[in-house]
């Protein structure tokens, strides 16, 4: 089955690699944005062996001047929204994932990942032994000052999964070997380096810290290949489903259906958490933002489309099982990561941003994306 993923907001999803400023040529600059290139590793060092004195001037970019013959050097046109002047010395720009060949795709993992969190969510939230269970090995955690909470993932983790006994170890009984996901088909676009900011839920935002990273623009199509594999989950059904104590998606639809619950939810507590926090946006240009999160609501409206984040950008509530817990639980976990006192959990968001005449405009949230199957039967 195919499955397409659209950027509802830029998307970040890293590869772990970083870039300095003087990576980039830009090629030409208009209404304040510019367009520029990537060089690939060999060229940029081609570079550098020519201007030994780059290597005190990272934090800037470099002018079709500067570099020649660019076009035998180039891994992907990027457009900048960034001036990198976030404070940092040599502000490194983390690269999103892509192809040797400049080509970006989203990771199988990435989608696979989403997925098996909102699955997760929804045992727990339809299973109280469980969902109690959970809140205990969160309290333990805390209770023993454990910023990896060992008991809590060891307990999450093995929640789809359940070794029948004299069930000879090699029989996988995890329940997502059954749900395949490939990475996305490769895709060529220009990408986009862009500032983001921290803002705070519960302070007053004037001048939020920034640093550049780079995105994969809004409306970008992804394909992937999903597959569910019934006949062996035949097996799971007749043996290991029933210790679950809560239904589990039967199809790829079954599956969706949940995800687009969860982050149906995720999402609402995200505008909600901003529509209450606005008296400490009031000296910032918050339209374009707003404008954007009227566009993902109106992506919730869809039957066919399924809501869900990848990526970075979506803090505890999207990337964990944040909204499970009470308020004064999140404090606690949150505390035990970086002290806030009694500050709200979460604490901070994080939106694109930029700088217009000693003031900020909030552009819009990050990693909400929308998908739907080509076809409505599972294989």
Not at 31 to 51: C, G, I, P, W
Not at 176 to 190: A, E, I, N, P
Not at 208 to 237: A, G, M, Q, S
Request: glycine content about 4%; proline content about 4%; charged content about 30%.
């Amino acid at each position: 089955m195919k499955v397409t993923l659209k950027t509802l907001t830029p998307l970040h999803i890293g590869s772990g690699e970083k870039y300095p400023p003087c990576n980039l040529v830009v090629l030409k600059e208009e209404d304040s944005k510019k367009t520029a290139v990537r060089l690939t590793t060999r060229k940029f060092l081609e570079v550098l062996r020519k201007r030994p004195q780059l290597t005190k001037e990272f934090s800037k970019t470099l002018t079709l001047k500067e570099v020649e013959n660019v076009e035998d050097g180039v891994l992907y046109e990027v457009s900048l929204y960034s001036d990198f002047s976030s404070g940092k010395r040599n502000p490194e720009i983390p690269e999103v994932v892509h192809h040797p060949d400049g080509s970006v795709y989203v990771p199988g993992s990435s989608l696979k990942g989403a997925v098996r969190l909102a699955l997760t969510w929804h045992v727990l939230r339809n299973n109280r032994n469980l969902l109690e269970e959970f809140h205990r090995n969160v309290q333990i955690d805390l209770q023993n000052h454990k910023k990896a909470f060992y008991r809590t993932n060891e307990f999450l983790n093995g929640l789809f999964r359940f070794t029948l006994r004299f069930t000879p170890s090699e029989i996988n009984t995890d329940y997502f070997r059954f749900l395949r996901v490939s990475d996305s088909q490769t895709l060529k676009t220009q990408l986009v380096v862009h500032d983001v900011g921290i803002f705070y839920v519960a302070r007053p935002n004037t001048q939020p810290k920034t640093f550049p990273l780079e995105f994969v623009p809004i409306n970008r199509d992804f394909v992937f290949d999903v597959k569910f594999v019934k006949e062996e989950y035949d097996y799971f059904l007749t043996h290991v489903r029933k210790h679950y104590g809560v239904e589990l998606p039967g199809s790829i639809e079954e599956i969706f259906s949940i995800v687009n619950e969860f982050y149906s939810e995720v999402f609402k507590f995200e505008r909600e958490r901003f529509k209450k926090a606005k008296k400490n946006f009031e000296k910032l240009d918050t339209s374009k933002i707003e404008e954007r999160f009227q566009k993902i609501e109106k992506a919730l409206q869809s039957e066919k489309r399924v809501l869900i984040h990848v990526g970075y950008g979506g803090g505890l509530m999207a990337n964990s099982l944040f909204i499970l817990l009470d308020e004064e639980t999140r404090k606690q976990v949150r505390n035990i990561i970086k002290d806030h006192g009694k500050d709200e959990a979460p604490l901070t968001r994080r939106y694109l941003v930029q700088s217009e005449n000693n003031s900020y405009r909030v552009i819009s949230p990050i990693g909400w994306c929308a998908l739907w199957l080509e076809d409505s039967q599972s294989t």
